[in-house]
Each structure stands twice: as structure tokens, then as C-alpha cells.
């Protein structure tokens, strides 16, 4: 999968893709898209729906909760062509300094043992777009979306561990990212160890409810054999 097709990346567009993006919105809609544009700030990659082609990435973009804490967001499709840089998600680091202060002495900690164990866990949604664009996105009853990506099933044990002993002093939220798709991690948390235990994993192209076993097989794919002989040891 290429980070073009990988959900919560962030794409920034071209001025054409800006343009092409925004064919199809209200009159509304386009100035804000366009005020966007401007400030040079990044959408967010999204699931593939079923109208986009080959040569088009599926992108949304969420703007700020008004006063009642709606928020507008609008599904976009623009061709790859026009996507002039991608990153992945924020890492804990570069949001800490933005957090609210009540949120900072956890998250430097959860960082350190993330860093500590060459864990990927990264932030997402509102605390994220707070940090990338300078506008208000969180409210008293905000989540910190993390995105953990395991290379391998000892990770997903250590990050799992570091998720669940955190949630417990920051309103954590997110989802683990396994190479065929993801999963939300108090999901994942709730019914891992359970045989014969089932999971909603949101794919690029679609959602499937799948047996954890058949979940965790894919990082073990990913694994040398050395390694998911050491795994089996544990």
C-alpha cells in the first residue's frame, strides 16, 4: 500500500487539485475549501469510495465544531497527479508543546516509552488538526486520536500495553493499523484474547468483521521466520 492510499496521511495539492477537488461543492463550500488552500494547510487521506478511480485519491478535509460542536466535513477525490507531498500523521512529539496542559506530562511519558521501544504511534483528528492549522478543534469532551502501526506481534503486545496503562490518565482513542487495514484499538483490546474473537477491520476499500487470528496473521507474514519463532517462545 503507498502512502497515497493509506488513511489519515496527510496529501497537500497542487493549485489544479485544489480546483478539481472543489468541482462539485457549493458556492459555500468552495470558500472554504479555498480559504484551506490558501493557508496551505493538508486534507486527510480517507477509505476509497466506490466512485473514485485508479488515477484519483480519496481526501476529506474537517473543519473546526461550531458552537453546538458539529462538525462540517466534506469528502473530496482528486487526481494523484496533483498531490504534491504527503507525510504520515503527527508523531506524539511535535503535538505535545499544543496540547492542553493537563494532557502534556502523560503524553511526554507515553512518548518516551514509545520512542524507548521503536513503537509508530502517531496523532490524528482534532488534537492533530489543532496543531496543523492554529484553529480550535478541541473541546472539553475531546479524545486523543492515536494511530499505533505494530511491524510485528511483539510490538502489538507492548503497544497495546502502553495504550491501555495511558487511557487511564488521557482520553485516548485511535485505532492499531495492521497491514490489511485497521482496527480501533479498545475493539481490539475488548476481544483479542477471546477465541474465536471477531473485529471490525476498516480496509481501503471497504469494512469486514474478521477473526483476530486471521488479523494478526498478517503481521506475522511480515515477520523472518526467526522472528515469528521468537514471538511463539513468548
Excluded at 466512485?51 to 469528502?75: T, V, W
Excluded at 511483539?154 to 492499531?176: H, S
Aim: glycine share 6%; with cysteine.
Amino acid at each position: 500500500m503507498s502512502s497515497l492510499d493509506r488513511r489519515h496521511w496527510l496529501v497537500w495539492l497542487s493549485a489544479a487539485g485544489w480546483e478539481q477537488a472543489a468541482t462539485d461543492l457549493s458556492a459555500e463550500q468552495r470558500a472554504l475549501v479555498q480559504r484551506w488552500q490558501q493557508h496551505d494547510w493538508p486534507a486527510i487521506v480517507r477509505r476509497r469510495d466506490a466512485r473514485s478511480r485508479a488515477s484519483e485519491m480519496c481526501i476529506g478535509i474537517a473543519f473546526p465544531p461550531d458552537a453546538n460542536g458539529d462538525k462540517l466535513r466534506l469528502s473530496l477525490r482528486v487526481p494523484r497527479s496533483e498531490v504534491r507531498e504527503t507525510r504520515a500523521p503527527l508523531l506524539i512529539a511535535e503535538v505535545i508543546e499544543q496540547a492542553p496542559l493537563a494532557w502534556r506530562a502523560a503524553l511526554e511519558k507515553l512518548q518516551t516509552h514509545v520512542q524507548a521501544q521503536g513503537l509508530d504511534m502517531r496523532v490524528y483528528g482534532s488534537l492533530a488538526l489543532q496543531v496543523l492549522t492554529g484553529e480550535t478543534y478541541l473541546r472539553p469532551v475531546s479524545d486523543i486520536d492515536l494511530l499505533f502501526s505494530p511491524a510485528d506481534q511483539t510490538q502489538l503486545v507492548n503497544g497495546m500495553a502502553l495504550l491501555e496503562r495511558y487511557a487511564q490518565a488521557l482520553p485516548l482513542d485511535g485505532e492499531v493499523m495492521f497491514p490489511d487495514g485497521a482496527v480501533a484499538w479498545k475493539e481490539w483490546h475488548q476481544v483479542a484474547d477471546q477465541p474465536g474473537g471477531r473485529v471490525l477491520l476498516k480496509r481501503q476499500h471497504d469494512v469486514a468483521l474478521l477473526l483476530v487470528a486471521d488479523v494478526v496473521g498478517a503481521l506475522t507474514r511480515l515477520l523472518p521466520p526467526e522472528s515469528i519463532n521468537s514471538v511463539e517462545k513468548e
